[in-house]
């Protein structure tokens, strides 16, 4: 009895060794040429922790989003399956339907530890909470946003008390206390959201380090508002910023004082570039270096526990870079919000060590979806519902040259969509205009900014030799504009139409 017992325990024990423990490390509104390990980076960029694990594994030079922006892709990331699917397009829109099953729920009934750290936004729904989705347990918020450093219950009470004063009407948002489970009630002085996280991070791989585990790692850098960084970098690199005293009669701008201003005329000012800040690379860009500086502490904790080889780990961004944070896509076309490549095309990369290549790059074309197929190809876990994304495996192994034939996005009632198909993109943009800051000699923001328009006509490009969207060929290839425009409205006729919030209860994801 004893030797069957002993042998029953090595096996569960191998059994849990065979399976990786696995990471997602998503960024917020990262851009594309803001990661050191692309072939074109700006010269004001070190990542050297993101760069040493992208060495470790395959980055990709043609990823993608789902959505350019963030509550759609992070629906698409999670589930592996175009969110349009249940009618989610757009901010507001779809949810998570409880018919869609996440990575999470995949993964935990195969036997794995599962966490979620940081930013959750999926257009609220009935699994929009992470435990209500797989997560055995959450830290972190529930919204677009959070403050980076008001996280206290003593911060909320002093913007109550002086809201309360100025006749402010409506609830304080986005700054407070965190959520631990379901009770917001997790408050934090002294420090900042991003290394909140990361402790939060490192506790629990070293608590679940002999057992496979799923973290999900989703930092709320570099999204808005970065008005302030912590007070020895900004003395570091000669940021002026005021301190916060609750008791002050007046909190200096660029903080948010209720006696001063509504919260909608401060986030415009501060978020929207009605009021460029000089600083306002440089404060970006320190938010990148913390992100940077968490990765490599989170590297640190895998080697030192000794499960790093055994670790598979994606990086990502929810989608393109924010004009409005001063993120840099490089020779991309535009911005967040978008259908151009700016918007969509996103750093990434996955490590696995003991088992895949390392120093490698890939051209393949590869989507956000794509992950929950390399996971549950990896583990051998099968899907609840029929995946769009194709596991990233037989490509890194040499099996096949390519990934995807193509990708598609769609902004529902914008009239705006766009179709990759190999080298050649198809794109209807919305008409929009973009705020481009400029920087002067010494990497200070300018006060004029550079005017961006995008046209609400059909265009064709080239991406291959002209990544920058910048030559329109679609009268010199009618034939081929015409034959991608209809492979699009095949996929558009298999999705649901635009669902205004959360998807109804008994809503059916298979189209009627």
């Known amino acids: 009895m004893y030797k069957l017992l002993l042998f029953l325990l090595i096996s569960l024990s191998l059994c849990a060794q065979d399976k990786p ?11 594309y040429a803001d990661v050191g390990f692309h072939d074109y980076t700006e010269a004001d ?4 922790e993101l760069d040493k694990l992208a060495s470790s594994g395959t980055w990709f030079s043609n990823a993608y989003s789902t959505s350019p922006i963030c509550s759609a892709s992070r629906l698409g990331l999670s589930t592996g399956r175009y969110q349009q699917r249940w009618g989610a397009y757009y901010y507001g829109e779809g949810g998570l339907p409880k018919e869609e099953q996440t990575i999470a729920e995949a993964l935990k009934s195969i036997g794995y530890k599962t966490m979620k750290v940081g930013k959750t936004h999926m257009n609220k729904g009935f699994k929009q909470h992470p435990m209500d989705h797989g997560f055995d ?5 529930i919204d677009h946003s959070w403050d980076f450093f008001m996280l206290s219950q003593e911060h909320l009470d002093a913007y109550k008390k002086r809201a309360k004063k100025a006749g402010h009407k409506g609830n304080i948002k986005f700054l407070g206390p965190l959520m631990r489970g379901y009770e917001k009630n997790a408050s934090f002085k002294d420090t900042n959201i991003t290394d909140v996280f990361t402790v939060e991070a490192q506790k629990f791989i070293v608590e679940n380090k002999d057992e496979p585990f799923y973290l999900r790692l989703s ?6 508002p970065l008005h302030l960084v912590p007070e020895e970098l900004a003395k570091k690199h000669g940021i002026k910023q005021p301190k916060w005293d609750p008791n002050a009669s007046t909190w200096e701008y660029p903080l948010w004082d209720p006696k001063t201003l ?15 800040d000089p600083y306002g690379r440089l404060k970006y860009l320190i938010h990148l270096e913390m992100i940077d500086q968490a990765i ?5 904790t895998l080697d030192e526990q000794q499960i790093r080889d055994n670790t598979l780990i994606f990086f990502s961004s929810d989608n393109g870079g924010s004009h409005q944070s001063y993120a840099n896509n490089g020779h991309l076309n535009a911005f967040k919000y978008s259908v151009m490549d700016g918007a969509l095309h996103v750093p990434f990369l996955v490590s696995y060590p003991a088992k895949l290549p390392k120093a490698n790059k890939s ?9 929950f197929a390399t996971i549950a190809d990896l583990t051998g876990l099968s899907p609840k519902n029929k995946l769009d994304g194709l596991s990233l495996i037989p490509h890194l192994k040499g099996a096949q040259a390519d990934v995807h034939d193509y990708l598609i996005w769609d902004m529902g009632k914008k009239k705006s969509w766009a179709i990759r198909q190999k080298d050649h993109k198809l794109v209807l943009p919305e008409a929009k205009q973009y705020q481009k800051y400029q920087l002067d000699e010494q990497g200070l923001v300018k006060d004029q900014f550079q005017l961006l328009t995008l046209k609400n006509k059909l265009q064709l490009f080239d991406l291959v030799n002209d990544s920058g969207e910048t030559k329109d060929l679609i009268s010199q290839m009618p034939e081929k504009a015409e034959a991608m425009k209809q492979v699009y409205a095949k996929w558009r006729s298999q999705m649901k139409e635009p669902v205004k919030g959360a998807t109804p209860k008994y809503y059916s994801t298979t189209k009627k």
């Open 262 to 276: 509504k919260y909608n005329e401060w986030y415009k000012q501060v978020c929207h570039l009605q009021n460029p």
């Open 45 to 48: 960029v070190k990542t050297p």
């Open 296 to 300: 490599g502490k989170i590297l640190k």
């Open 363 to 371: 051209d393949a074309l590869v989507s956000h979806m794509d992950i």
């Open 21 to 31: 423990n696995i990471i997602i490390i998503l960024a917020d509104d990262l851009g």
């Open 219 to 224: 930092f709320n850098a570099v999204h808005t």
């Open 137 to 141: 347990d959450f830290l972190g918020f």
